[in-house]
């Protein structure tokens, strides 16, 4: 079945885990989590293929597994967290991981990071609803409770 377009599929290179992604990438992300014990680390590099025929795959999601294919995997509804795992079983840092994501050399990825991150611009919804809205003006603060005044003014 194929999942439902949202409001926020616009973001450039961002794959939102929401709920229907979280129920397609299920078996990605149980298959990750099996990564997490040895002897399964080890079933899974003697025969890759072999080994995912344990899990209820798609074919795109048994390739994305096998090339490698991150950014793919997400779309498919793997959860980073989980597929970082598949990564750590292979040897690699998550900053390897996510400079692999994002197209750049993994010293290129964490001077960006070091140096603040990704700009938002460009890289925002494309449909405009993310624009800052308005600042709350200083008088809409709430005020403490009376429960909280009275424990600061005994101390």
Known sequence: MARK??????????????????RQGYSINMFCMSLMKDENRKAFK??????????????????????????RML???????????????????????????????????AAMMLAGGRSVEGNRSTSGKDKPGKPKSKSSKTKPSKAKASSAKRK
């Open 5 to 22: 377009e949202q409001a926020y599929d616009d973001i450039p290179g961002t794959f939102v885990f929401d709920a229907e992604r979280s």
């Open 46 to 71: 003697a025969n890759e293929v072999e080994y995912l025929k344990r899990f209820k795959l798609t074919p795109d999601q048994e390739q994305a597994i096998l090339k490698r294919d991150y950014n």
């Open 75 to 109: 779309e498919l509804g793997g959860n980073i967290y989980f597929t970082a795992k598949l990564g750590a079983t292979d040897g690699h840092s998550f900053q390897h991981l996510a400079a692999v994501m994002t197209g750049s050399s993994q010293p290129d990825y």
